[in-house]
Nanobody, 124 residues
Framework: QVQLRESGGGLVQAGGSLRLSCAAS????????MAWFRQAPGKDHEFVAA????????YYADSVKGRFTISRSNANNTVYLQMDSLKTEDTAVYYC?????????????????RGQGTQVTVSS
């Protein structure tokens, strides 16, 4: 099973940008659909974005479409989330997930592995 470790979270002002990274190990990264989810305090897990194994087939939650971009490097076993025009409501713990048969899915239970997460805080 693939192990995942996120990095890149932090504190940023509204309107700013952050880039999250998720490094994978222990599996065949290029065969996995990779996704980002988030969870704000007191709220359910929320799907953010996902990308297929071929590095170009991506889909997004409506709440982040046009502001966030997911990408991956199969050579580096890493998936990224570029977050621009951040809003206070984007504040959450962000975590990545991997699934071999998960393309098109948006629920955490539909992915095989997940990381511990990284905190993103957007201040007004």
């Amino acid at each position: 099973q693939v192990q995942l470790r996120e990095s890149g979270g932090g504190l940023v002002q509204a309107g700013g940008s952050l880039r999250l990274s998720c490094a994978a190990s222990g599996g065949t990264f290029s065969t996995y659909t990779m996704a980002w989810f988030r969870q704000a305090p007191g709220k359910d897990h929320e799907f953010v974005a996902a990308i297929g194994w071929n590095t170009v087939s991506a889909y997004y939650a409506d709440s982040v479409k046009g502001r966030f971009t997911i990408s991956r490097s199969n050579a580096n076993n890493t998936v990224y989330l570029q977050m621009d025009s951040l809003k206070t409501e984007d504040t959450a713990v962000y975590y990545c997930a991997a699934g071999q048969f998960s393309y098109g899915r948006t629920r955490p239970s539909e992915f095989d592995s997940r990381g511990q997460g990284t905190q993103v805080t957007v201040s007004s």
